[in-house]
């Protein structure tokens, strides 16, 4: 049995009849401000569940499905949400720092306010999401942000080359020192990619030119 707590009250929210939460359903759960910091979600179903002001640091979300979840004002600095299904989600003002979203999908979700500093969203489907948001240093290669709207975010360092970013809002955001190589660029143009200068190779002789 695993009881998840309010993280201040520490009033019982759920209790599961399980020894792990790990591949466990709680589809429209009620966890407002649960402590589920260093859990183990991995392969959750978490759909439509209420997260908000949760604290979910370091949590293990690989693999788990929480499409159309609020987790607006959530702690999740450094979470793993590692090919996670994050469709429709509301992620307002939550902290991101750190966050592992390698692969996972984010198409349609909200984190306008949302601070996803040093975030790993490599290979992410961010289209059509509101990332109205901090994005210092976060690594966004190869990156899904087709219609995205990044209006006024913060990109600076930002790593995204090879994104998509054809169609996306980018007004008055700042993006200095971002890596844009071969990216596909709002107005649908490829960015071009750097060729790495290759070391000067000295010709081989002939073993008897030695002498």
Not at 12 to 20: E, F, G, K, P, Q
Not at 74 to 93: G, I, V, Y
Request: with cysteine.
């Amino acid at each position: 049995m695993i009881e998840i707590k309010h993280k201040k009250t520490q009033a019982v929210l759920l209790r599961v009849d399980s020894d792990t939460l790990a591949g466990e359903r709680m589809s429209g759960a009620k966890l407002r401000g649960a402590n589920l910091s260093g859990a183990n979600l991995q392969g959750a179903v978490l759909v439509s569940c209420d997260l908000r002001d949760a604290d979910l640091r370091g949590a293990n979300f690989e693999g788990a499905i929480l499409s159309e979840a609020s987790l607006g004002g959530a702690n999740l600095q450094n979470a793993n949400f590692t090919r996670a299904d994050m469709t429709s989600c509301s992620l307002e003002d939550a902290v991101m720092v750190g966050c592992i979203l390698t692969g996972a999908v984010l198409r349609y979700s909200k984190l306008t306010g949302a601070d996803l500093s040093g975030a790993d969203l490599s290979q992410a489907d961010l289209s059509m999401t509101d990332l109205r948001a901090n994005l210092h240093h976060c690594n966004a290669w190869r990156a899904d942000l087709r219609a995205a709207d990044m209006t006024g975010a913060n990109l600076v360092g930002a790593n995204l080359s090879e994104s998509n970013m054809m169609g996306a809002k980018l007004t008055d955001a700042k993006i200095v020192g971002a890596k844009m190589a071969g990216a596909i660029d709002a107005s649908g143009h490829r960015r071009p990619i750097r060729s790495t200068p290759q070391t000067k190779k000295v010709a081989s002789r002939p073993w008897w030119r030695f002498w």
